[in-house]
């Protein structure tokens, strides 16, 4: 941990990342692995726990493209190639020329979000179908989509105000859209002529949408790139999963070769873009050296991280350090902090808290915050409210005088340019495809290389906590864990029987109908 962290006591166990659980592909594939050489002795034991995801199939020579070049500076190497990559092939890499006939597309991956707020209730409920959200036990899974529409309608009147506030919607698509757009000019202007495609994992454009268009378009390279820069079963995950079925299931997608960008939070462009805008904020304060940085995560469960073995919480520390870092290249050694915000429901979540680590910063006297959201590289309500509206408050009631905030870094040109050099880095290893149909489905080729990144983190799919709330009582934090899941259960039953009796309290309350 760098000198100049302030270690909220509010931090508990979940700040040691050595009780990982290590998937056992990974000394395999780490071997593989570019890393431990390019990085200095410092980042070497951060990169190990990078090297999870550095999925490349044992019998894969694995060699960065030529155009990626290693940056060295005095106190770190920085990667200018794709920071872990997954292969569509587990056979070769070509290494040839990459455009020629070849018709390139790059699919980017994002969350969604509802466009208008009778959007908030169905894209709530798409969240919390997703088994990557909620994972029911096996026997229970036939309830997902009743329980997703139960918590999704609880849900809906509380998120609706959040984005009333914010002006009726999300602002994501918008973004995303531009963010596409620029990505596609940067790319032509790399003289890479591809079509980027935005698939939305809970709202419009809905991945399986963006796929019909790859098709459509007879896209032959695939490169896949969640817009999320650290990896987490949640995000990336779940929208790799979702795209593995699709493959799965068609002859011609099965057929198409791809690569995916796993996480790439470890970029220089991104690392120098998020430095660059902290820098610009510092200079709004009237004494910027006596600013805390405060970088704000997006939280998960923390079953997620020490059961699943989720390597979010991993990666999103040494973006942190590589972040402050380049920093202090430019002599800004700031105090800086990094806290986890927007948990919901009764589980235990990645810790410290945002909304606690603000109240303990207030009680020592830090009188200078600027707020960094770190997980996500667009505005969206957990920006433009929750920051901006709700810690902003609780800052000020907790004594902090001066507030700031970096803005997202939604289509900074350094920032777009530093993913098209991504994916025209990861192109030489869109791979050749598996030699035959019923081949590529057994062996899950390209899938495999999904399926295997899914496997180092996820390998058993145990089932995870419920991370929303349902129902809620008790005293103790497993108290309130296990009324929660016990009242879960007896909502379940309820609705059972109310689905197959047609009677109860949600048609009383004329709920049920809804729903049909
Ligand atoms: C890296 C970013 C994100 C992680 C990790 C993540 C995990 C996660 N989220 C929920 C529940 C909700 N998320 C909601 C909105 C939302 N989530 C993210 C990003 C991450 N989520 C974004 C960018 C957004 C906003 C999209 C927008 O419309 O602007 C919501 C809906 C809003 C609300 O009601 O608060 C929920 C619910 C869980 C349970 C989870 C991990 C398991
Ligand atoms: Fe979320």
Redesign the pocket.
């Known amino acids: 941990m760098r000198s100049g962290r302030i270690q909220s006591s509010a931090s508990c166990s979940a700040s040691s990342s050595s009780t990982f659980p290590h998937p056992p592909c990974l000394t395999s594939a780490s071997r593989h692995c570019k890393f431990p050489r390019l990085l200095s002795p410092r980042a070497l034991s951060l990169s190990q726990r990078v090297s999870r995801h550095c999925l490349v199939p044992e019998t894969t020579q694995f060699s960065f493209p030529k155009q990626s070049t290693t940056i060295s500076s005095k106190k770190h190497l920085f990667h200018a190639g794709v920071g872990s990559l997954v292969t569509s092939n587990t056979q070769a890499i070509s290494t040839g020329p990459l455009i020629g006939e070849e018709k390139i597309g790059v699919l980017l991956l994002n969350?969604g979000?509802?466009e208008t707020l009778d959007d908030v209730q169905p894209f709530?409920f798409n969240?919390f179908a997703d088994p990557d959200?909620i994972r029911l036990p096996r026997l229970f899974r036939f309830l997902q989509r009743p329980l997703a529409k139960f918590i999704s309608v609880l849900?809906a009147p509380?998120?609706k105000e959040?984005?009333a506030s914010i002006g009726g919607g999300?602002?994501?698509r918008r973004i995303t859209d531009a963010q596409a757009e620029d990505l596609r000019k940067s790319l032509w202007e790399k003289n890479v002529p591809a079509k980027v495609y935005v698939g939305m994992r809970y709202w419009h454009p809905f991945t399986e949408e963006a796929i019909e268009q790859i098709k459509k378009d007879g896209i032959s390279k695939l490169v896949v790139l969640p817009l999320?820069p650290?990896f987490?079963i949640?995000?990336s995950g779940s929208s790799l999963r979702l795209l593995e079925s699709i493959f799965r299931d068609d002859e011609y997608l099965v057929n198409m070769q791809h690569t995916v960008i796993p996480s790439w939070y470890q970029r220089e462009g991104y690392i120098k873009s998020m430095a660059n805008l902290i820098e610009r904020e510092l200079q709004k304060f009237d004494r910027p050296e006596k600013v805390v940085i405060f970088f704000s995560a997006?939280?998960?469960?923390l079953a997620?991280v020490e059961e699943a073995g989720d390597p979010?919480k991993a990666e999103m520390e040494e973006c942190v350090d590589l972040i402050m870092e380049e920093l202090e290249k430019r002599k800004i050694t700031n105090a800086y902090t990094l806290a986890y915000q927007?948990r919901?429901?009764p589980v235990e979540w990645l810790k410290p808290y945002t909304d606690e680590t603000i109240i303990d910063l207030g009680r020592k006297g830090v009188k200078n915050l600027l707020a960094v959201p770190i997980?996500?590289v667009s505005e969206?309500?957990?920006t433009l409210e929750e920051i901006d509206v709700e810690y902003k408050e609780l800052a000020l009631e907790s004594g902090i005088q001066n507030w700031g905030r970096v803005p997202a870094l939604g289509c900074e040109p350094m920032f777009i340019s530093d993913l098209a050099d991504a994916v025209i880095e990861s192109l030489p290893y869109v791979g050749a495809m598996a030699v035959s149909n019923l081949e590529a489905r057994q062996s899950l080729v390209p899938l495999g290389s999904v399926e295997e990144l899914l496997a180092t983190y996820d390998s058993q799919r145990r089932e995870l906590p419920p991370?929303?709330t349902v129902w809620e009582w008790g005293w103790t934090k497993s108290a309130e864990t296990w009324n929660g899941r016990a009242a879960m259960l007896a909502v379940l039953v309820l609705l059972l029987l109310e689905v197959t009796t047609g009677e109860g309290f949600l048609h009383q309350w004329g709920i049920l109908p809804l729903f049909r």
């Open positions: 969350l979000g509802p709530l969240l959200i849900r509380k998120s959040g984005y999300s602002p994501l999320y650290q987490s949640s995000t997006h939280g998960v469960p997620y979010y927007s919901v429901g997980s996500f969206h309500i957990e991370p929303v």
